[in-house]
T-cell receptor, first 114, second 112 residues
Framework: GAGVSQSPSNKVTEKGKDVELRCDPI?????LYWYRQSLGQGLEFLIYFQGNSAPDKSGLPSDRFSAERTGGSVSTLTIQRTQQEDSAVYLC????????????FGSGTRLTVV | DAKTTQPPSMDCAEGRAANLPCNHSTISGNEYVYWYRQIHSQGPQYIIH???NNETNEMASLIITEDRKSSTLILPHATLRDTAVYYCIVRVASRGNEKLTFGTGTRLTIIP
């Protein structure tokens, strides 16, 4: 597609439930990134994919968080047993994965855990 | 990746040039300087990047000092839509080390 698409745009879930957030990167972009941004805070790196593998998952805050990418395209971020502190905007970005190129971000998924 | 230092906030009059400074005194020779901005409630938007030469595109100009320890992003004719948080980031662009680390940025407010 023309841009990075994320769904849903908004998600309200009850504490303890699992959620899945989806990211469709720009076609042909080999690199994909997940960040999150809590209210009034900066961007926190979560995980980076090059193709289907994740060479850097250092930002995942706990084992309740996992992500996968299939076919070198769509990625899913899963949060199990959600907690209130998981409430944030989850942002996905993609890039061609070659030297010097910037990222293109999606509009994010606003997750609210009640 | 090298750390950057930016002023927390700046104001600029509409129609004037906005000059946003960034210090990156520990930058390495193979690290690029990137600028992004984030308008309220949107994902960050790429603006420009450079290694050592000055760069210009349709959005902005990037001036990097000769010693590469600081840079300035210039928005030549600021409009109200340029009100945003601007992030200066330095990073090595090489396989296996692709993440961008965002700091707190500069909140730029364009004054009518």
């Amino acid at each position: 597609g023309a841009g990075v698409s994320q769904s849903p745009s908004n998600k309200v879930t009850e504490k303890g439930k699992d959620v899945e957030l989806r990211c469709d990167p720009i076609s042909g972009h080999t690199a994909l990134y997940w960040y999150r941004q809590s209210l009034g805070q900066g961007l926190e790196f979560l995980i980076y994919f090059q193709g289907n593998s994740a060479p850097d998952k250092s930002g995942l805050p706990s084992d309740r968080f996992s992500a996968e990418r299939t076919g070198g395209s769509v990625s899913t971020l899963t949060i199990q047993r959600t907690q209130q502190e998981d409430s944030a905007v989850y942002l996905c970005a993609s890039s061609p994965g070659t030297l010097g190129y910037g990222y293109t971000f999606g509009s994010g998924t606003r997750l609210t855990v009640v | 990746d090298a750390k950057t230092t930016q002023p927390p906030s700046m104001d600029c009059a509409e129609g004037r040039a906005a000059n946003l400074p960034c210090n990156h005194s520990t930058i390495s020779g193979n690290e690029y300087v990137y600028w992004y901005r984030q308008i309220h409630s949107q994902g960050p938007q790429y603006i420009i990047h450079g290694l050592k030469n000055n760069e210009t595109n349709e959005m902005a100009s990037l001036i990097i000092t000769e010693d590469r320890k600081s840079s300035t992003l210039i928005l030549p004719h600021a409009t109200l839509r340029d009100t945003a948080v601007y992030y200066c980031i330095v990073r090595v662009a090489s396989r296996g080390n692709e993440k961008l680390t965002f700091g707190t940025g500069t909140r730029l407010t364009i004054i009518p």
